[in-house]
């Protein structure tokens, strides 16, 4: 079973005082979406067959994330500075690390049974930058203009058996940076979503969401401030692609070629699955350089 979880990282200023200080200014308190923390998580159905919720190991691994991602704290300050100068403060979540520190949380659960593959994004919207642990098949996509630009490549010890957590150590994870701009679609999904739906597909779907919701004379293929892309109608429509194209038995999807490969056999269909999704869209405020996540 999927589950995911997104964190904007909250950003509050320290309650503490120094000795004789005024309290009457209250102490600066800012919630931005700014820094944005997203997790995938891909559930091992097999544990079913044991009478384990296969959902359950999952659920705790991106509620976890998200809750160590909660943990980054602002420096106290009674000033209305500039938020670029308040971020420089701030230390920014790192998608290992939060994998790591799950893996020492369910270090001490030894009754949570069960195992999943996990993708972890840290969207870091100040310095531009998208950055990616991945442990297994799940994944993260950029689409800018209407093509693909990153892509985190599946991580396998054999075809069909991927690595995932507690079977492989969160120092495992491959790690990613990608360079994020006004405009760029960020996805990041279950294997349901990559097995079923290959990269051209997805970068279609994105391009015909993006140019059904802009005006006439905006036909670049680029989401901008003040368009109306519908976030959860993308996702909507990436996870329905997905699980038609998983029923489809005649149908050639990324699946069907990798087992065609690793079987040596003439395979088609696509794979039914649980399916997750998770997309952002990147938005500059005018005139600066500091972008807002739309989830």
Known sequence: EDAYSISPVVLR???????????????????SSFYVVCAV???VYSWR???????????????????????????????????TSLSSMISRPDPKQLLRDTEEKLQLLPNLKGSCCVCVGCI?????????????????????????????????????????LPVDSAEDAQEFSCNIFDGDVIILGSDGLF???????????VRKEVSD??????????????????????ANILASEAFYNSVDKNLMTPYSLGASEA??????????DDICCVVAIVSSDSGTNIHRFHL
């Open 13 to 31: 200023a320290d309650e503490s005082r120094k000795k004789g200080e005024s309290s009457r200014k209250p102490r600066l308190t800012t919630t």
């Open 41 to 43: 998580a891909d559930g």
């Open 49 to 83: 067959h044991q009478g384990i919720d296969a959902g359950e190991y999952s659920r705790f691994v991106v509620n976890n994330i998200k809750n160590a991602a909660q943990k980054h704290v602002l420096p106290s300050t009674d000033s209305e500075e500039d938020f």
């Open 124 to 164: 870091d919207g100040e310095r531009g930058i998208l950055k990616v642990a991945n442990l297994g098949d799940s994944g993260a996509i950029v689409i800018r203009r209407g093509s693909v630009v990153f892509r985190t490549p599946e991580q396998e010890h054999e075809f069909g058996f991927p690595f995932q």
């Open 195 to 205: 097995d079923n739906v290959s990269d051209d597909q997805i970068a279609k779907i």
């Open 213 to 234: 919701s802009e005006s006439p004379n905006q036909a670049d293929g680029l989401p901008k401030p003040g368009r109306k892309v519908s976030k959860g109608k993308l």
């Open 263 to 272: 079987f040596n056999m003439v395979y088609s269909g696509g794979k039914m």
